[in-house]
């Protein structure tokens, strides 16, 4: 069983930073992808950024120079978020992919307030 727990949101002033955390847990040996999804309020969750086990990332076009994903180690990444925008504010997922298998952590609340 795999669980992937997410802590660090919660509400900002527009312009200001958070960070986001997410990490693994379970029998299971590494991840092809971690990363995140993102969802606000009557609209659909969309793909915000992932890092491969090589370090590679990719991030939407909405957030690039803006936000960060990193890894420090095989179970655990982090989204640095600065520069917020009110249309920031979402429920943000962090995802696990491996052994075709795709792994959601229970979201965080992101408010970013102008």
């Known amino acids: 069983q795999v669980q992937l727990v997410e802590s660090g949101g919660g509400v900002v002033q527009a312009g200001g930073s958070l960070r986001l955390s997410c990490a693994a847990s379970g029998s299971i040996g590494s991840f092809n992808y971690m990363g995140w999804f993102r969802q606000a309020p009557g609209r659909q969750r969309e793909w915000v950024t992932h890092?491969?086990?090589?370090?590679?990332t990719s991030y939407v076009n909405s957030v690039k120079g803006r936000f960060t994903i990193s890894r420090d180690n095989a179970r655990t990444v982090f989204l640095q978020m600065s520069s917020l925008k009110p249309e920031d504010t979402a429920v943000y997922y962090c995802?696990?992919?491996?052994?075709?298998?795709?792994?959601w952590g229970q979201g965080t609340q992101v408010t970013v307030s102008s």
């Open positions: 995802y696990a992919d491996a052994r075709a298998s795709r792994y």
């Open positions: 890092i491969t086990s090589a370090g590679s």
